[in-house]
């Protein structure tokens, strides 16, 4: 599957963006959906998932409350909702797939990566 993921930008602290990820290539449906983000010198890190179905939600706990990830089977796109950014949110965003799986806590379960979008959070 192809990921090609949008929304990134420069916004002040307490400001919102919205990620998207469009997929294309294979059935969306059959993928678990989730984002990583990857700020410079540091490793890339787990910021939220969801499940094939939409049903389950996992996030990190450092977004948890502020950023909701969602995904429309009928359009083959994941969304990353991401309110009260915070300087620290600062980093290029990845959204990545999972074949018939959930992605929790790392990339051990990512089958497939998009390119990244950069988010940075001005203070």
């Known amino acids: 599957v192809q990921l090609q993921a949008s929304g990134g930008g420069l916004v002040q602290a307490g400001g919102s963006l919205r990620l998207s990820c469009a997929a294309s290539?294979?059935?969306?449906?059959?993928?678990?959906m989730g984002w990583f983000r990857q700020a410079p010198g540091k490793e890339r890190e787990f910021v939220s998932s969801?499940?094939?179905?939409?049903?389950?939600?996992y996030y990190s706990d450092s977004v948890k409350g502020r950023f909701t990830i969602s995904r429309d089977n009928a359009k083959n796109t994941v969304y990353l909702q991401m309110n009260s950014l915070k300087p620290e949110d600062t980093a290029v965003y990845y959204c990545?797939?999972?074949?018939?799986?959930?992605?929790?806590?790392?990339?051990?379960?990512?089958?497939?990566w998009g390119q990244g979008t950069q988010v940075t959070i001005s203070s």
């Open positions: 969801i499940s094939r179905s939409g049903g389950g939600r």
């Open positions: 290539g294979r059935t969306f449906s059959n993928y678990g």
């Open positions: 990545a797939a999972g074949y018939q799986r959930l992605i929790l806590g790392g990339p051990s379960n990512v089958d497939f």
